[in-house]
Structures are given as C-alpha cells and as structure tokens.
C-alpha cells in the first residue's frame, strides 16, 4: 500500500504541474496571439478531476483529511483514538452519500429514471 501511496501522490504532483503549465497557455494562446486552443481548458478540468481524487486518496491514507490536528493534540490518547474514529465513520457516511446521489445523477442524465431527471434537470 506504501508504493500506492507514493504513485497517487506522484500522480497528483504530475497533474498539478502539468495544470499550471496548460493553463497560462491557454490564457497566452487567447488573449496575446488572439488564436485560442480549444484543448487547454478541457485538459485542465480532467487533470483537476484526477488531482482531486488521487489526491485525497492520498491525503485520506496520510489522515490529513476532515480531522483537526489542533483539536486531536489538545485531547487525550483515548479520546485521540475515538475521535480518529468518528472522522473514519464520517467519511463513510459521506462516501455513501455520494454513491447514492451520484447513482441517481447518472441514472437521471441518461434519462434512465424519467421522475427523478424531470424533477432534478427541471425538463
């Protein structure tokens, strides 16, 4: 799991990286040559999309996610642990709702689930 680790920090650098050199091009190619790309913006979102997921992969394998290291050195070993714990159940929590919301968006954009889309989209 270390070597995972590293790959999707590396990764999210790379993506990062790469991001900061596209967009100012984009800017460049638009505003001083006045002959837009039309690929700089795209790539730039989907190396965001990549940056943001790998990356607090990342971040949550390291638990530098939702907890607050402030609060976590202010109290107790035993308290420590249990309020490592609740940050875990929390993210549980939000990683299904995500799931769940995320399922019944992609059903509703293609047009799988007629109710749902008609009331989410607002066709």
């Known amino acids: 799991m270390e070597g995972l680790y590293i790959v999707c920090i590396s990764l999210s650098g790379v993506a990062m990286l790469i991001m900061t050199i596209i967009i100012p091009y984009g800017v460049f190619m638009r505003y001083v040559v006045n002959s837009p790309a039309s690929w700089p913006?795209?790539?730039?979102?989907?190396?965001?999309?990549?940056?943001?997921?790998?990356?607090?992969?990342?971040?949550?394998?390291a638990k530098a996610h939702i907890a607050v290291a402030t609060i976590l050195n202010m109290v107790?070993?035993?308290?420590?642990?249990?309020?490592?714990?609740?940050?875990?159940?929390?993210?549980?929590?939000?990683?299904?709702?995500?799931?769940?919301?995320?399922?019944?968006?992609?059903?509703?954009?293609?047009?799988?689930?007629?109710?749902?889309?008609?009331?989410y989209v607002g066709c």
């Open 41 to 61: 913006e795209p790539a730039g979102i989907l190396l965001m999309v990549l940056f943001s997921f790998v990356g607090g992969a990342a971040a949550y394998r």
């Open 76 to 119: 107790s070993d035993t308290n420590r642990v249990r309020l490592e714990h609740g940050a875990d159940v929390g993210m549980g929590i939000i990683a299904v709702f995500m799931i769940k919301w995320g399922i019944q968006l992609v059903d509703a954009v293609s047009g799988k689930d007629r109710a749902f889309s008609q009331s």
